[in-house]
């Protein structure tokens, strides 16, 4: 059984800026397509980003808006989530997740198989 797991998520300021990983225990990462996703209390869980399986695609959610960066390190088992500019509508618990399907497109949660348990962040106003 592959697990995820999230780390890096805080309370933060509107404006600052937070890293996001999550390390998986997949002996092959690289065959998976990775994301990001995020539910805020009372909302169904949102697509957030995703990055292809060797890092050279990316997409993200329109409400990114150029303030996020997804990265991977193969050869780490890691993603990265780079938040910049925080605002307090981004206040949520973040997931990371695992598929193995690639769009280009914001992709739905029904794509990913193993999920990590969430990490918590929130920005304060």
């Known amino acids: 059984q592959v697990l995820l797991i999230e780390s890096g998520g805080g309370l933060v300021q509107a404006g600052d800026a937070l890293r996001l990983s999550c390390v998986s225990s997949?002996?092959?990462?690289?065959?998976?397509?990775m994301a990001w996703f995020r539910r805020t209390p009372g909302k169904d869980r949102e697509f957030v980003a995703a990055?292809?399986?060797?890092?050279?695609?990316?997409v993200y959610a329109d409400f990114v808006q150029g303030r996020f960066t997804i990265s991977r390190d193969n050869a780490k088992n890691t993603m990265y989530l780079q938040m910049d500019s925080l605002k307090p509508e981004d206040t949520a618990v973040y997931y990371c997740?695992?598929?193995?399907?690639?769009?280009?497109?914001?992709?739905?949660?029904?794509?990913?198989?193993?999920w990590g348990q969430g990490i918590q962040v929130t920005v304060s106003s």
């Open positions: 990055v292809s399986w060797y890092g050279d695609a990316t």
């Open positions: 997949s002996r092959t990462f690289s065959n998976a397509i």
């Open positions: 997740a695992a598929g193995n399907f690639w769009s280009g497109g914001p992709l739905a949660e029904t794509y990913f198989r193993t």
